[in-house]
């Protein structure tokens, strides 16, 4: 069994408010200013520009659900409402040729494309999918992009749509024989906004044998770092205690695969980390990666992958033991990703800037003796 993990950063748009963006030294002193007020006494001149900043920064917008969502295909723009049942060429209904401001933007073909050549490349029979926007977007990308790239479309695509409204779901797309027997959702943590959900999959192997899939996407917010850390905590625990459940079940072949937002060596990951007995596929003798050109070839970054891989680790394949000592062979495939600074590494010749990168995730792969 070939399994891999990839984060796509959505396949054909995304919602605008991921998009990542460069902040000016205006916006610095705003946060600056707006976090110095917070800790001041409360009085109307503190509370007046409290609100000034607030708009400034963007606090209030607190709409989540767009009214459209735009795609572009072939050069075309597309539109699709809430309440249409087909997406609309714009001028298919009527003559009108202005502009509108939506709430995804649409992703570069060749980023698409690129997606599509670190899938190609790994080709799992077993592939977990994280932050994809629509459950048409992932049928289109597995029937119309990914056999472009001589990669054979998964028999079996489940998309499962989170409580987020961003877009950023998980998907499972298997192939080669490989089945979904059975789906669960459970809640790992429920704490207004940060509603996370982890899905367990029951996947039965061409041979009949059972494997236990638990992907999850973990809670992120670069502006509350301590928030951020106590939800992640409660999250791995929470799937600790269900990969525990499935040990004393008597299930062997279990697998935690995902973004998990720290590196390994953040105390938030310490409940699935360190108080189970998962195996972290990058610690198998297997792993396998293109190491740092030059001198970094031989530097060990704080939270990298390992020496030589000096990107931050966010994205996990961890194993029981059972299939870690089964591990044939594994790897990262980075590709896709675009060096903004030191270090470099090879990547695809077709990627001349960020926005044609696959996506800021690599693919983490494990091949295993089933």
Not at 40 to 69: A, C, H, I, M
Not at 176 to 184: A, F, P, V
Not at 211 to 216: D, K, M, Y
Request: proline share 4%.
């Amino acid at each position: 069994m070939k399994i891999a993990t990839l984060n796509v950063q959505n396949l054909f748009h995304r919602d605008r408010s991921l998009i990542q963006k460069t902040t000016g030294k205006c916006v610095s002193d705003w946060i600056t200013e707006f976090d110095s007020l917070l800790k001041k006494e409360k009085s109307s001149s503190n509370t007046d520009r409290l609100k000034e900043l607030s708009f400034l920064l963007g606090f209030d917008k607190t709409f989540q659900n767009p009214y459209v969502v735009m795609r572009k295909k072939a050069g075309e723009l597309y539109l699709k409402g809430m309440n249409c049942s087909k997406e609309l060429k714009s001028g298919e209904l009527t003559d009108w040729n202005g502009w509108i401001k939506v709430q995804t933007v649409p992703i570069e073909p060749e980023a698409t494309n690129h997606k599509a050549m670190v899938i190609s490349e790994i080709d799992p029979d077993v592939l977990v999918l994280q932050e994809v926007e629509d459950k048409t977007s992932l049928d289109e990308f597995n029937n119309s992009i990914l056999p472009k790239f001589n990669c054979a479309p998964f028999s079996e695509c489940v998309l499962t749509p989170n409580s987020e409204g961003k877009g950023r779901e998980q998907a499972l797309l298997l192939k080669n024989g490989y089945q979904l027997e059975s789906i669960k959702i459970h809640t790992i943590d429920d704490s207004g906004s940060a509603t996370q959900e982890l899905l367990e999959y029951e996947i039965q192997s061409p041979k009949g044998q059972s494997i236990h899939l638990l992907s999850s996407y973990f809670y992120e917010n670069k502006f509350d770092k301590e928030k951020a850390f106590e939800i992640r905590k409660k999250q791995a625990y929470q799937v600790s205690v269900i990969y525990k459940m499935l040990q004393m079940r008597g299930k062997i072949n279990i697998v935690v695969a995902g973004t998990l937002n720290a590196p390994s060596y953040c105390n938030s990951l310490a409940p699935l980390l360190q108080k189970t007995d998962l195996k972290d596929i990058c610690k198998n003798k297997t792993f396998n990666v293109d190491f740092d050109e030059g001198k970094d070839a031989t530097y060990f970054r704080l939270g990298a992958y390992r020496m030589g891989v000096n990107i931050r680790q966010e994205d996990y394949l961890l194993l029981s033991p059972a299939l870690f000592l089964n591990v044939k062979s594994s790897g990262l495939n980075r590709k896709g990703v675009w060096p903004e600074k030191r270090p470099n590494w090879r990547i695809y010749s077709s990627i001349w800037n960020m926005e044609h990168a696959a996506s800021l995730h690599p693919g983490v792969w494990g091949e295993m003796l089933l």
